[in-house]
């Protein structure tokens, strides 16, 4: 590897790479006593469990969005950026919220969805008061294309939306007579960022809440605001003979002409006059250039971005499908992103669950009750030994799993599984049930597990929950994962905790170290070697077993373990494992080991 990593900027420290961030979903992280909505999470509930946070290893606390909002797509339709919806709680719950992180030196992230609003926010309502109102160009409006026979008006191109694949992205709005861009729902129009005045209102937005406090920002879907000029058709790739009649439209709206000046525009005039944490919510994109326009060193643009890759890993040209992939695969990716950061001296994010995906046990791993807890550790080292800013999902510290497949399909409230359930029907989709058992983004946003109670403390008893808790919580809940005493083993949160502890202590070597994937050919196991950045040269080596049957993987010659300091089978060092040669891993087993240094 022709890398120059440890003279470029990579290895610089800085608080945003060595954080640990913890996104919680607001509804089912913490309800609060006295809350407006029984039953949903508040801003209180999170305050409330900040030791929890701090004592697992967290340091930047990003809720999805609290802002005021109709919660069309739970909150990611933002009627009002400057105020908290009351379901949540109000601005002063922020202020206190931001207070009482900063006592355990703490930070707060906060959600920013602006390549859309809500079509309940009061930018929106003006735009499409009339033709000629002063915001009618902060939305994308146009003309029917034409009329159907019976009246009905045809939308200006063949997009179809995202959160329904079986409608088109344009909705009709009678009281103006043209249609509205609303690429995820009706109830989310997309911004026209072409307009100065909406930049310069999302840079006030943006001062807004960094000058309350908050540390930075998670861009939703920040890669989408520059659409490709006159709308063009997109390519017909869902066969039309089978009912389809929108289609996919990434190319015209994924990275666009105009993103990267309106990135620029976004850093020179707002973020370089703060130190902040920005990560941009990018699908659809996997150009290693085109990436490194935005997170490059010098790029001026954001920190880090979500790269899809991993999470994509299972899909078609939408998300609800079901694709077939391998372990092989799945390493290449990760590999491939930790090599190009490093060569190229731009930064990443290191994540595998987020509140738009399944449990990741039950996606890349065995989440049975035999190895749901070796499963939770084997990911959990993985990631904990990557290079980039890491973010834990919550519930991921405790090995929360997928919702049951014999729940029934009402106990799912998310508006792309109501979509896609329609058109399971409409379609007559044959493998539909399964691919929301696999892929819902319901699985991921079940209330938190905290204890063994009824509603397992994440509301009162007597109250029913927004959305159903998973039967298993009497098992697997946070409080009993603390507790879990034994000489032997380490429960998965206590090996999340005690892994986060060993990332920062080595952070040379896990944040900012050099990174070789040793295990190219391998079917089943993933493994690395991990060197700091610094004059010692130590060196670590990780070896993962991604399958349910034992495996041998050969260390790469000359490379000697001192010892395996950790495996994910037991609590101390792992005995009797080969220190050079062929060493035998257990169903997914994962081990860490120190490597000799000549
Ligand atoms: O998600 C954007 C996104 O493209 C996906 O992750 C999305 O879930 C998927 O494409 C659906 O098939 C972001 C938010 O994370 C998500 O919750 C919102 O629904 C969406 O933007 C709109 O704001």
Redesign the pocket.
Known sequence: MTSNWSTNSFTTPKWWKESVVYQIYPSSFQSSPGATVPGWGTIKGITSRLDYLKSLGVDVVWP?PIFKSPQA??G??VADYKDIDPRYGTLADVDELIAELKKRDMRLMMDL?V??TSNEHAWFLESKSSKSSPKRSWYHWQPAKGFEADGTPIPPNNWAQ??GEANSAWTWDEGSQEFYLSL?TPE?PDLNWESEEVREAVWDVMRFWLDRGACGFRM??INMISKVPGYPDADVVLPPSEGHRWQPAWKYFVNGPRLHEFMHEMNSSVLSKYDTITVG?M??VSDENEILRTVGAESKELRMIFI?DV?DIDRYD???TLKPWTVKQMKGIISRWQNVMIEKDGWNSVFIE????PRSISRYADDSDQYRETSTRLLALMQTTLGGTLFVYQGEEIGMRNCPKDWDVSEFKD??TINYWKKVQELKIENGREVIDAKA?DHARTPMQWDSTENAGFCPTSIEPWMRVIDDYKTVNATAQIEFQSETELSPWQWWQRALKDRKEHKDVFVYGNFEDVSADHEKVYAYLRTSSKDTKEKWVVALNFSGTEQSWALPEGVEVASWVASTYSKGKAEGKAVSGTVALKPWEGLLGKCKTV
């Open positions: 999805s797509d739970m990611y339709d969805v390549n859309h995202i959160l995820f989310q939703d879907v919510e699908p659809g899809f999470v939408v998300r609800m987020n509140h738009d995906n508006i792309e983004r």
